[in-house]
């Protein structure tokens, strides 16, 4: 049985994960940023890079403690090692690279957008592909038609903001603190979903992208309109009604693109992956379509939804089709798959 240690550091999760060739995850370690960043109301990327160098060790030492192995009991390094910040995808990247050259192992690069989805064959402990893939994070809002576990062919993409990236902004405007998903989640729980009606781009055409920054306007707009000053208190009701309506949109978006991909490639599974997957409105109306079409619904638990290192068990695939990475592997900021016009299984 081959043993894996994984890392994962593209953005502002100092992560490493220890599993084996069977998809068990032995440790799934993640040492969050926010509190560095909260104060800015988004992730400083300089900072990020360098709590990734203060945090990476000790969290390597926590997961090797975790699974009870050492590292003479690691057979392969895996990393992710595109797309991400720069700074911070090089942390990991270097890390990896000279653990790889110190104990003699193999190298794996994995895809941190893919590895998102594969999330969902982790939790799935099945195969869940061929599938539709949504990717639903903060810098990444993308559709994929995943053939087999490794190869994801490009359907569609935002063109401007993430809705991870909208959530974040929308907090910002409702002076709800950052990271704005949760926070926008629990304001909406007590709000109106139909109080106000947001835009919800491209939803009656079939192209399978999505733009979420008219939707940003048009909240900063009815803001002012309401009298208040965007990241300055509004008083309830009409915070949480502004949030429920704002999530409504984006949940409205998400729902009908997939169900959109789910139609166009004549799939029946869908896989979720991202931040945004913790969503519980949004987990429940995917549930729901899901159910309507007769289709499978993959949603990794919480903690391999947002950024974790586990997800990189991508690289088990990869290792078993000898898909090995140079020593030189660089870190790619990056993301730019092919895109394919949708087409049948
Ligand atoms: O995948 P992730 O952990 O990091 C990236 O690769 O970007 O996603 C982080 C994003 C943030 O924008 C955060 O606001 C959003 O996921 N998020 C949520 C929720 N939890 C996290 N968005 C909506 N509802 C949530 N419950
Ligand atoms: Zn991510």
């Given at each position: ?70 590292l003479q ?119 109106n979903p ?80 991202g931040g ?70």
């Amino acid at each position: 049985m081959a043993i894996f240690l994984a890392l994962e550091t593209s953005c502002d999760e100092t992560a490493a994960a220890v599993f084996d060739d069977d998809l068990q995850i032995r440790a799934n370690i993640v040492a969050s940023q926010t509190d560095l960043h909260a104060r800015f109301g988004g992730v400083v990327p300089e900072v990020a890079a360098r709590a990734h160098l203060q945090r990476l060790l000790p969290v390597i030492d926590e997961a090797l403690k975790q699974a009870k192995v050492s590292l003479q009991d690691i057979d392969c390094l895996a990393v992710m090692n595109t797309p991400g910040l720069v700074g911070s995808l090089l942390m990991g990247v270097s890390a990896a690279k000279i653990l790889a050259v110190a104990l003699e192992l193999p190298l794996v690069a994995v895809n941190h957008i893919e590895a998102h989805i594969y999330a969902c064959r982790i939790a799935a402990g099945r195969d869940v592909f061929p599938a539709v893939g949504l990717v639903v994070s903060g810098g990444h809002t993308v559709l994929f038609h995943c053939r087999n576990a490794i190869e994801f062919d490009l359907l569609g993409a935002t063109l401007d903001d993430a809705a991870g990236e909208a959530f974040d902004k929308a907090a910002s405007m409702l002076n709800l603190g950052f990271p704005g998903g949760p926070k926008i989640e629990k304001e909406a729980a007590q709000g109106n979903p139909h109080a106000f009606r947001f835009p919800r781009a491209f939803l009656h055409e079939p192209r399978l992208d999505f733009s979420f920054s008219g939707l940003k306007t048009a909240l900063l707009y009815t803001i002012r309109q309401l009298g208040y000053t965007p990241g300055a208190d509004i008083p309830q009701p009409l915070r949480s009604d502004l949030a429920a309506s704002f999530q409504k949109a984006i949940v409205d978006v998400l729902v009908t693109k997939c169900a959109q991909a789910l139609e166009q490639t004549q799939l029946t599974r869908l896989c979720v992956g991202g931040g945004v997957a913790a969503n519980k409105t949004l987990r429940a109306a995917l549930q729901t379509m899901c159910d309507q079409r007769g289709a499978e619904l993959f949603v990794p638990p919480m903690s391999l939804c947002t950024d974790n290192a586990a997800m990189a068990a991508m690289a088990v695939e990869l290792y078993r089709l000898g898909h090995f990475a140079p020593l030189d592997l660089d870190a790619i900021p990056t993301y730019r798959p092919k895109r394919v016009v949708a087409t049948t299984k």
